[in-house]
């Protein structure tokens, strides 16, 4: 029976780092076209929740993908597995990660929209990423899951998950932060040059919690495959 632990925060975090620099090669070409891709859109002039802003969600979702899939990758299976290039190629498991993007996305705008239509006065906007985030952290084990070919159904994730919510709550709001708020607001609010800059940077804080998050898999499928202790 599966009895899974909480997950060892300082132990993922330490490892982490030690993945990006072992691996710093490989992660930062993998993420080096979804980076680029990312700033041009920040320094678009037409950002927010209009149509043209939800018209970019889709097209942010590719380099969104793109990021996670190659970080995971090297994480997970190491670069010697992939064929390491500056111009990522686009398979059956690149459609399948960016369907699953795009699900959590579209997620995480209901949850963040919730709130507006409770009967009750305004939730300070950073509860109400805990909240998304809460709820996402349950379900983003499909990512790596997907990756290492095992099962990347909801369900499963969800149950993966159950020793470790809160802790997991960390990475999607994370992710929520760096790859979408921040360079929002760093468009709205700041020069072109400086966009980038936020952007660069908010894409390194993203690759870290991407490998986190795969250690994290690591650990929790690896728990789930052991013999339960009385």
């Not at 009750?120 to 983003?140: I, K, N, Y």
């Not at 790596?144 to 099962?151: C, E, I, K, N, S």
């Not at 993966?160 to 997991?168: C, D, E, H, Q």
């Not at 929002?184 to 908010?202: D, F």
Request: charged share 10%.
């Amino acid at each position: 029976m599966f009895a899974p632990r909480p997950l060892p925060i300082s132990e993922i975090l330490l490892t982490s780092v030690k993945v990006a620099n072992v691996y710093r090669d490989a992660v930062l070409i993998v993420a080096t076209v979804p980076a680029i891709g990312m700033a041009i859109l920040a320094s678009l002039p037409f950002q927010g929740t209009g149509v043209v802003g939800l018209a970019l969600v889709p097209l942010k979702a590719v380099f969104w993908s793109l990021l996670a899939l190659g970080c995971l990758r090297v994480t997970l299976l190491g670069p010697k597995s992939m064929d390491l290039s500056y111009l990522p190629s686009w398979g059956n498991l690149e459609w399948q990660f960016y369907l699953r993007v795009l699900l959590v996305a579209v997620g995480a705008a209901v949850l963040f929209g919730l709130p507006a239509l409770l009967p009750v006065d305004s939730l300070s906007p950073w509860l109400e990423v805990v909240l998304a985030g809460a709820v996402l952290g349950r379900v983003v084990l499909v990512f790596p899951a997907l990756v290492v070919g095992g099962r990347s159904d909801w369900m499963t994730a969800w149950t993966l998950s159950s020793s470790s919510a809160w802790r997991l709550t960390v990475i999607p709001v994370l992710l929520v932060l760096t790859l979408d708020t921040v360079p929002m607001w760093a468009a709205a609010h700041l020069p072109p040059y400086l966009v980038v800059a936020v952007v660069l940077l908010s894409t390194l804080i993203a690759m870290l919690a991407m490998i986190a998050l795969g250690i994290a898999y690591r650990i929790l499928s690896h728990q789930s495959r052991s013999p339960a202790v009385p």
